[in-house]
């Protein structure tokens, strides 16, 4: 399968900053990348999904203007995180579609807003 | 209402016990994935289903469609199987996923 990493696994900002968290396919070119949010204890939820080339698509509730998505090459989708605040800390974690349905996690990005 | 239920939430078993795990799912769906979560977060995706029945090493996964239903079944469990297990469904009409809230597994020797 797709091997994907994710950098940085940790970052720790102030609140006002920007965070920017790379996801890589490193073995595939993926058209299509999926970024996801955890909060402790709970489960992912989806929050957009990154088109190589064209706009992202964000779920409901997601604000684009403050998760920037871009998605320039077939190996690399970005989310950057606008005016970090406490509570955008959380898990982050994308995956990669595969040409079948299945689906390619990243190690995640654990992101804490001071 | 959540579109995937995932039973139970906890399960503490002791090693070599025979465990389930139980996934329905409300919405149509072109495809079922079992995920595993440890804890340092990471995830690792272990079956994907559409139909039948998938086997790899310990670990079972079935589905049935008519009932909307999937089952993860690990044979000996063992301590190292310890984590968390995520019931995700993709929409049969685009890309949406939609996630069970997790079993959190604890094996015990």
């Known amino acids: 399968g797709a091997v994907v990493s994710q950098h940085p696994s940790r970052v720790i900002c102030k609140s006002g900053t920007s965070v920017k968290i790379e996801c890589r396919s490193l073995?595939?070119?993926?058209?299509?990348m999926f970024w996801y949010r955890q909060f402790p204890k709970q489960s992912l939820m989806l929050m957009a999904t990154s088109n190589e080339g064209s706009k992202a698509t964000y779920e409901q509730g997601v604000e684009k203007d403050k998760f920037l998505i871009n998605h320039a090459s077939l190996t690399l989708s970005t989310l950057t995180v606008t005016s970090a605040h406490p509570e955008d800390s959380s898990f982050y974690i994308c995956?990669?579609?595969?040409?079948?349905?299945?689906?390619?996690f990243g190690p995640g990005t654990r992101l804490t807003v001071l | 209402k959540n579109e995937v239920e995932q039973s139970p939430q906890n399960l503490t078993a002791q090693e070599e016990e025979f465990i389930t795990i139980n996934c329905s799912y409300s919405v149509g769906i072109s495809a079922l994935h079992w995920l595993q979560q440890h804890p340092g977060g990471g995830i690792v995706s272990l079956f994907m289903?559409?139909?039948g029945k998938k086997k790899h090493g310990r670990l079972i996964a079935t589905i049935n469609i008519q009932e909307k239903h999937s089952s993860l079944h690990i044979t000996a469990s063992h301590p190292r199987d310890s984590a968390v297990y995520i019931c995700?469904?993709?929409?049969?009409?685009?890309?949406?996923?939609?996630f069970g809230t997790g079993t959190s597994l604890t094996v015990i020797p």
């Open positions: 995956s990669v579609g595969g040409a079948y349905n299945e689906q390619f």
């Open positions: 995700a469904v993709r929409s049969r009409t685009g890309n949406q996923f939609y």
């Open positions: 289903l559409s139909s």
């Open positions: 073995d595939f070119q993926a058209t299509t």
